[in-house]
Each structure stands twice: as C-alpha cells, then as structure tokens.
C-alpha cells in the first residue's frame, strides 16, 4: 500500500479521527464521542474495504454512540437527580464554563466542583457540603466513564473492521 491510495489515506484519516475523539473523551474541549462515531463512519462510507464490513462497521459503531449518549445521560443523571439539586449543577455548569476560559484545561472540572461546593455550602453547610459536592463529582465520573467506554468500543470495532475487511 502506497500513501497516496485512497484507500490508505481514508484508513489514515479514520484512525486519527477516531484517536482525537478517544482523547476528547478526556478533554472536554472536544466533542470525543462524536468524533469517534464520525471517524468509523468516514471508514464506513469513504473506504476501500468490502462492503458487507464497512456497513457492519457503520452500524454497530451508530448503535454504540446511540446507546453511549443516551447511558451517559440518563445512568448518571439519575444519581445526581438523586443527590444534588438542580441549582448546585446549574452553578457548578456556569462557573464550569466561566473557569474553562479562565483557566484553560483543568478550568471547566475546577469550576463545576466550586459551583456545586458554593451552593450546597449555602444550602447544607460546612460539614455536609463536600460529600454532597463528591456525590456531584462521582456522578460526572461515570458519565465520562461511560462516555470513553462507548468511544473505546467504536475504537476496536472499527480495528476489527480494519483488520478483517
């Protein structure tokens, strides 16, 4: 295989889409599951492999997203219904983003855990405010947890489709 093959360079663009996705699992700069799901799909669409497996590829990869946003939403959205008010996250969400540009990178989880700290430190007090925010920050945990999960499968369901197309 030549580098400039279509067909190499499709694979070539595919696995560095789906490597940035994997990492803005991580980052919360980039829209990680999504990349990853547009990677397989760019494969899918645009590769040389045979058919029958680029739409296999197409559509575990579509059935892994589905399932990975709709997981990430309600499992750990039903924990933190549970635990947190909803004006702690709105809290921690705006001093999120206001600490995402303030401090780049670590900005965006240091603002969420002081939003949520500040108001359930209002709302509790000192002595019950920080296991309610860690309640807050596990929660979050698991999204992403499950978020990478999904955005991994896709990962090695496209190597299966890569490597036995």
């Known amino acids: 295989m030549e580098l400039s093959d279509t067909g190499t360079l499709v694979n070539i663009l595919s696995g ?14 980039l829209p990680g599951l999504v990349l990853t799901w547009v990677g397989a799909l ?16 197409a559509i575990l990869a579509t059935v892994i997203f589905g399932l990975g946003i709709v997981i990430k939403f ?7 219904r549970n635990t947190v008010p909803t004006s702690a996250l709105l809290a ?8 995402f540009f303030v401090v780049p990178v670590v900005g965006l989880v ?3 855990v002081l939003g949520v700290w500040l108001v359930e430190l209002n709302r509790l007090g000192m002595e019950k ?13 698991l999204s992403l947890l ?13 190597l299966f489709g890569l490597a036995f197309a």
């Open 16 to 29: 560095l889409v789906i490597l940035t996705g994997v990492i803005g699992v991580l980052m919360p700069v």
């Open 110 to 112: 240091l603002g969420f």
């Open 92 to 99: 921690g969400g705006v001093l999120g983003v206001i600490g």
């Open 74 to 80: 309600l499992w750990p959205g039903k924990k933190l």
């Open 42 to 57: 760019l494969w899918a669409l645009l590769g040389d492999a045979p058919g029958g497996s680029r739409t296999l590829v």
């Open 129 to 141: 405010a920080w296991p309610s925010t860690r309640r807050a920050i596990a929660a979050v945990g």
């Open 146 to 158: 499950v978020e990478l999960a999904a955005a991994l499968l896709i990962a090695v369901v496209w």
